[in-house]
Each structure stands twice: as C-alpha cells, then as structure tokens.
C-alpha cells in the first residue's frame, strides 16, 4: 500500500498546493474545479517525477507551519525596520556587510528554504553558495555586527530548518 502511494503521489505536499493553488486562482469556488486542482496536483507530479531530486527523508509538518509563522512575523518586523531606516538614515550611515554563514544543513531542500528565507526578510539577500555548499553568502543593508547577523541566522532559521527535515 505504501509502495502503491509513493508512486501516486511522489510528492505528497506539491499535489496538495498544486490543487489549492488551482481552487485559489479560480474566482469562485465550484467542485468540479476542486476536483480538477485535486487531478492536476495528482498528474503533474507523477508525469515529472523522474526528474525531482529524492524527496527529505523526514518532514515534520507541525514544526514546518510554526516556522512559516515565525518567518511571515520576522517580514513583518523587517519590513518596519527597513521603512524606519530608509526614513531617519542616510546612506553615508548605513553600514552594509557580506555576511559568510557557514551551513550545517546538508539537505538541497532545506538550505533552499534557508536562502528563501534569508531573501524574503527585508533587509537581507542570500546572493551565493559556495561550491562545496557549506558556505552561503548574504548581504545585509545594515548590519553594524556581521556576526550578530550570522549567529541570529544560524540559531533563528537554520536550527529550527534542521528539526524540519530530519
């Protein structure tokens, strides 16, 4: 049964927010739309699935959805921080840093959500990986301490990423 799902759906969570992507784009909600999100979510994984990198071998959902919080709160944060600096700063003031963070990730697909994280928060843009993928390079607007900045990425995003995808 377990094998049988596993081809179904290679991607458990992709099928789920392709159909709710689908039904969210739709001006009104019908059924037969529902259930043609629910069949594109399903036909579109499998057909590309060949071409996907293994899936985590563990994902904690609960500890997924209170790190989406926890990243839409520091947006909202940031994008204040960022307004107020723009606002009562002037560039000479500004101190701007590349910030070295070194990865204890391994896994592609939790280091990607750390680099989108870093982008979305105002304020900050993960610009490079290195080539061994050990190392990420960000750029922060104003960052009087770069190592403050490193170890608040590190204990903030990338220890809460690791008790994600286990």
């Given amino acids: 049964m377990t094998r049988a799902f596993n081809w179904l759906f290679p991607h458990p969570f992709l099928t789920l927010l392709m159909a709710v992507v689908w039904i969210l784009l739709q001006n009104q909600f019908s059924w037969g739309m529902a259930v043609f999100g ?22 904690r959902v609960g500890r997924m959805i ?8 520091d947006i909202i944060i940031a994008n204040i921080e960022v307004a107020w600096i723009i606002l009562t700063r002037r560039n000479k003031n500004l101190r701007p ?9 391994r896994d592609p697909e939790a280091i990607t959500v750390l680099a989108g994280t870093i982008t979305l928060t105002p304020g900050t843009v993960s610009a490079d990986m290195s080539n061994t993928g050990r190392h990420l390079l960000v ?7 770069p190592d403050a900045v490193r170890d608040e990425i590190k204990t903030r ?10």
């Fill in 139 to 145: 750029h922060a607007l104003d960052a009087p301490d």
């Fill in 97 to 105: 840093a590349w910030i070295v963070i070194p990865l204890d990730l």
């Fill in 157 to 166: 995003y990338e220890a809460r990423l690791k008790e994600i995808f286990v």
């Fill in 66 to 73: 209170g790190y989406v919080l926890l990243v839409l709160w």
């Fill in 38 to 59: 629910v069949i594109l979510g399903v036909i579109i994984p499998r057909l590309t699935a060949r071409w996907w990198p293994d899936r985590p071998a563990g994902f």
